[in-house]
């Protein structure tokens, strides 16, 4: 009997840009830290201002989890300020998936802005990130986010389905959020690092924002998809079984 058969698996499948998914954490309502939402005319001085910050992250600038998770925090609540739908928006998306969009909204050095768009009840995969704190703001529909660390004595990820090490392994949820316009999550290099999304019945879309360190850091040295077991190990604990699967896309 097969893996999917005999266990039911959560999520399986692939992911053609990485780089480009993320969420978890920190989950903030529009309106964010004092004042009225930004509208566009706010968005290049906050472009410029964070642009800075992923200046310094690439120059090598020490980040510790605390620190990391105080950036993430700070980012989050800057997006929530922003208002949803007059967020600027990628020139172009491509199909990466069922029901799944991307394209790039700006590109500067270490900092990442990236529109993800989900038809009605579309997943996106669930996945690992290296070597990114990435925030995700909601813009328009909703989205359920969930998020897992992989527990002591998982083996290593590894993009090659070939080669990637099959065993079973337990990850821990550690996060969930419903993603609706103006709400916000996070993960960094260590926390909340696996993630998946599902949209609602009528789709979402997603503004995801990212910071590129130069080094992974404690977080995974390679990416991979997963198999996540529907059925809870630990139900109380929030505890499943999982595997890694490599990148399909590899």
């Not at 020139?91 to 394209?103: I, V």
């Not at 690092?193 to 977080?219: Q, Y």
């Amino acid at each position: 009997m097969s893996f999917v058969r005999s266990r039911r698996h959560l999520l399986r499948g692939a992911l053609a840009a990485p780089a480009i998914f993320a969420l978890s954490a920190c989950a903030s309502r529009r309106g964010g830290r004092g004042g009225a939402p930004i509208g566009p005319s706010g968005f290049d001085a906050w472009l410029d201002a964070w642009a800075e910050r992923g200046r310094a992250i690439a120059a090598g600038q020490p980040h510790d989890a605390r620190a990391e998770d105080a950036l993430v925090h700070e980012l989050c609540a800057s997006l929530s300020r922003f208002e949803p739908g007059r967020v600027p928006r990628a020139e172009a998306l491509t199909s990466f998936g069922e029901g799944l969009r991307s394209g790039p909204v700006r590109v500067e050095g270490a900092l990442l802005l990236v529109e993800l768009e989900l038809g009605p009840h579309a997943v996106v995969p669930a996945h690992n990130h290296v070597g990114y704190d990435f925030v995700s703001v909601g813009l328009s529909g909703e989205a359920q986010v969930r998020h897992y660390e992989p527990l002591a004595g998982a083996p290593a990820p590894d993009p090659d389905p070939a080669r990637v090490d099959g065993r079973v392994f337990q990850v821990a949820e550690v996060q969930r959020v419903r993603l609706s316009p103006g709400r916000c999550s996070s993960l960094t290099r260590a926390r909340a690092n696996i993630h998946w999304l599902r949209a609602g019945p009528e789709g979402a879309r997603v503004l995801d924002v990212g910071l590129h360190f130069p080094d992974p850091g404690p977080g995974p040295r390679q990416f991979s998809a997963l198999d996540i077991y529907l059925e809870a190990r630990d139900r109380e604990r929030g505890i499943y079984d999982a595997r890694w699967i490599g990148d399909p896309y590899r």
